[in-house]
Nanobody, 113 residues
Framework: QVQLVESGGGLVQAGGSLRLSCAAS????????MGWFRQAAGKQRELVAF???????QYADSVKGRGTISRDNIKNTVYLQLNSLKPEDTAVYYC???????WGPGTQVTVSS
């Protein structure tokens, strides 16, 4: 069974940057599109960024211009670079292989004002 482990979250001041990583067991990345999602307290989980198996990307309006999703199929890792962080970016961030039921434990991102 594929397992996902997100890392790279933490406490950062507004305007700062973070690079989130998601390492997967198995070879799921080569075949699946990958998404980064986030869930803020009391809110629904939402898609932040998406990258397909060809490397094509899409972003939520909330992070467009500030976020970059990338993948390394050799390392089985997907990344999310977030710049110019805002307090409203505070959430638990999850990676997710599209079309599967697999979710990692997430990594907390907290942005202070």
């Amino acid at each position: 069974q594929v397992q996902l482990v997100e890392s790279g979250g933490g406490l950062v001041q507004a305007g700062g940057s973070l690079r989130l990583s998601c390492a997967a067991s198995g070879s799921i990345f080569s075949a699946n599109a990958m998404g980064w999602f986030r869930q803020a307290a009391g809110k629904q989980r939402e898609l932040v960024a998406f990258i397909d198996s060809y490397g094509r990307t899409q972003y939520a309006d909330s992070v467009k211009g500030r976020g970059t999703i990338s993948r390394d199929n050799i390392k089985n890792t997907v990344y999310l670079q977030l710049n110019s962080l805002k307090p409203e970016d505070t959430a638990v961030y999850y990676c997710h292989p599209v079309g599967t039921s697999t979710w990692g434990p997430g990594t907390q991102v907290t942005v202070s004002s």
